[in-house]
């Protein structure tokens, strides 16, 4: 394991670590926490809202018996900066819920305005409550903040002083907000990648035109790691993992990832910049579609598959790459059992896709 100092504190952290949004079930998440630290890993980041609720319990009972390996990092799902008594409440409630004495880190979570990072910083507000909830030994290092914002949001937020960490989307598809992750390491501030694989395309794609990103033995998400691992301002990526294979893959990419440089990384990321999707009639995305009286989103669907195609996903991963998508929803399972097949969509759609086969030859696949 390579590990990377978390901005000025000290403390040494992974450069692959937990993200807790994929759990499947607790035995899965049990099996996959404990072989991750085994082979070093040593940050968690969860939330109330992941898995239904169910992921910071989940991911609490698979480290107590470790507790001292790993840096628990929390989260709640609000909708903007709590007041100061908000946070000391949350906190208080989900360390009873989750059976621990203490979070290591406190996220404000999804930053993205001018006017939430405000209202986070001033007396009384989020940062002071986590700060108040530090004095009383609920929360060990410090608060951090995830991002969905503009860059002078980001960068104010880091010119506070306040937060230790910042998490944000980032990966070789999406490398819009890279001068966010030089700003960070210049100021002394961890920089933490989410959808390091973009949101599951990367571990799953096997298309000809990925073929640069496969090592031995491994698929695209080799190239991809590596790609993240070379830039020395990335404290650590965030991997959402859903079964023990994809962990020991992703592993892989580690082997002699030290001497990884800054030119292999501007190569990878010059030929990423080179490939090509696929063009023709396909989903839009554009929502006309959501007229479903049982609920069902063809929208959603429709464009999962779409890029399910365009990236030459084999036909076994069908399941993973659709519960991918499903991440924060019922199973692909629950949600394609709501379609009843009447083609009340089919006559919205502007593209003519033929909506219901896709569907019913789904439903096939996964035994609906």
């Given at each position: 394991m390579?590990?990377?100092e978390l901005g000025k504190t000290g403390l040494k952290i992974s450069v692959f670590s937990f993200g807790a949004m994929?759990?499947?079930?607790?035995?899965?998440?049990?099996?996959?926490?404990?072989?991750?630290?085994?082979?070093?890993?040593?940050?968690?980041?969860?939330?109330?809202?992941?898995?239904?609720?169910?992921?910071?319990?989940?991911?609490?009972?698979?480290?107590?018996?470790?507790?001292?390996?790993?840096?628990?990092?929390?989260?709640?799902?609000?909708?903007?900066?709590?007041?100061?008594?908000?946070?000391?409440?949350?906190?208080?409630?989900?360390?009873?819920?989750?059976?621990?004495?203490?979070?290591?880190?406190?996220?404000?979570?999804?930053?993205?305005?001018?006017?939430?990072?405000?209202?986070?910083?001033?007396?009384?507000?989020?940062?002071?409550?986590?700060?108040?909830?530090?004095?009383?030994?609920?929360?060990?290092?410090?608060?951090?903040?995830t991002f969905h914002g503009p860059d002078e949001v980001f960068k104010a937020a880091v010119d506070s002083g306040e937060f230790l960490c910042a998490t944000i989307s980032y990966n070789i598809m999406s490398r819009k907000q890279e001068n966010l992750i030089d700003y960070a390491h210049q100021k002394g501030v961890g920089l933490f990648v989410m959808n390091p694989l973009a949101g599951g395309v990367l571990a799953m794609a096997d298309g000809k035109e990925?073929?640069?990103?496969?090592?031995?033995?491994?698929?695209?998400?080799?190239?991809?790691?590596?790609f993240l691992v070379a830039n020395r301002g990335i404290t650590t990526c965030l991997l959402g993992?859903?079964?023990?294979?994809?962990?020991?893959?992703?592993?892989?990419?580690?082997?002699?990832?030290?001497?990884?440089?800054?030119?292999?990384?501007?190569?990878?990321g010059a030929k990423m910049a080179e490939v090509q999707y696929t063009k023709g009639n396909f989903c839009t995305g554009c929502g006309y579609c959501r007229v479903c009286p049982n609920g069902f989103d063809p929208s959603h669907f429709m464009q999962a598959m779409r890029d399910y195609t365009i990236y030459g996903v084999r036909s076994e991963n069908l399941e993973n790459w659709l519960y991918s998508k499903y991440v924060h929803r019922q199973t692909p399972r629950q949600e394609l059992a709501k379609c009843k097949e009447c083609g009340l969509c089919e006559e919205k759609c502007p593209q003519k896709l033929k909506i219901v086969d896709q569907i019913r030859e789904v439903k096939a696949a996964l035994a609906v």
């Open positions: 390579i590990y990377r994929r759990w499947r079930s607790e035995e899965s998440c049990y099996e996959i926490m404990n072989r991750g630290m085994d082979l070093g890993m040593n940050y968690v980041d969860t939330s109330s809202g992941y898995v239904g609720g169910k992921s910071q319990v989940w991911t609490a009972n698979a480290i107590k018996h470790r507790r001292s390996e790993i840096y628990f990092s929390n989260k709640s799902n609000w909708a903007d900066a709590p007041d100061e008594s908000k946070v000391r409440h949350t906190i208080e409630k989900q360390l009873r819920e989750t059976g621990l004495e203490y979070f290591d880190f406190y996220q404000l979570w999804g930053l993205g305005n001018m006017e939430t990072l405000k209202k986070a910083l001033a007396k009384g507000g989020t940062v002071e409550g986590i700060r108040k909830a530090m004095d009383e030994g609920l929360v060990r290092y410090g608060p951090g903040f990925f073929e640069f990103l496969k090592g031995p033995g491994c698929g695209s998400c080799y190239g991809a790691l590596r993992l859903t079964d023990i294979e994809h962990l020991e893959e992703n592993m892989k990419a580690l082997e002699g990832a030290e001497d990884l440089d800054e030119a292999y990384r501007i190569e990878l």
